[in-house]
């Protein structure tokens, strides 16, 4: 099953400098504030059992998947307020001799990066991570739960590999958590801009890109800034759906 997406002109780079409009932003925010509210709730609703279950049928769909078998990198997370869990397809990774890649939040001025347009806090595009301090998310190998320590914001984490950022993995497939998703592939996520900054990045833009989520959290839109990167698919319980591009 493939969702149409409506294909924007090219524009010049005379054209690309103009500033952007920046008057609905506060509406957007707004908005994207309350679709957070309302799905949060959602997933908390979900039992234990429930969650679990949806859980295991979305990850066996895309661990049944094409992408999955020839994928030798793939990145995951762990699931934290009832997102979907992917430690199913954690320790299938690991079982089929694939390299795992994990987040980790790591300290920006500790990396010798500063803030710029497509690195670090991107002020300038409207995301602001003041709340968070300045912090910068890396996707970096991990050999198994076992390795996970807690991390920022009380999040399991492996620990800070012994190279530089520069020589961090690139994966293959990477599925994305979100609060809510729409059929364009474009994520509401949880408001810290982490994965909006990382998705950007150059070295990024042949990664497959997987919204992973329940069902429910399918909509026909979401709010939008000019900052938010479309993923290549969502799967869900129900099953993986490709995105037209």
Known sequence: MCFAVKEEKNT????????????NRADIAEEKAALR????ALRRALSEEERGALSRAACAHLAASEVWAKAKIVGLYVAVHGETDCSFLFRSAL???????????????????????????????GL???????????????AGPEHL?????????????????????VPELLP?????????????????????????RPAYADVVTVGLCYAFQ???????????????????????????Q
């Open 128 to 142: 602001s991570t003041a709340s968070h301090g300045a912090r910068r998310m890396r996707l970096v190998p991990c």
């Open 149 to 169: 320590r807690v991390g920022a914001f009380g999040i399991p984490e492996p620990p800070a590999p012994a190279y530089g950022e520069e020589d961090d993995p």
């Open 218 to 244: 399918v909509r026909d839109e979401v709010p939008r800034d000019s900052f938010d990167m479309p993923l290549r698919a969502l799967c869900t319980e129900d099953g993986l759906l490709w995105i037209k």
């Open 37 to 40: 509210a309302r799905y949060r």
């Open 176 to 200: 994305v958590p979100g609060t809510a998703f729409d059929r364009a592939g474009y994520r509401l996520g949880q408001g810290g801009g982490f994965y909006d900054r990382f998705l950007v």
């Open 12 to 23: 010049s780079h005379a054209e690309c400098v103009t500033a952007p409009d920046l008057s």
């Open 95 to 125: 079982e089929q001799g694939k390299t795992v890649l994990l987040p980790m939040l790591g300290d920006l001025e500790a990396s010798g990066l500063r803030p710029g347009r497509f690195g670090g806090n991107r002020e300038a595009d």
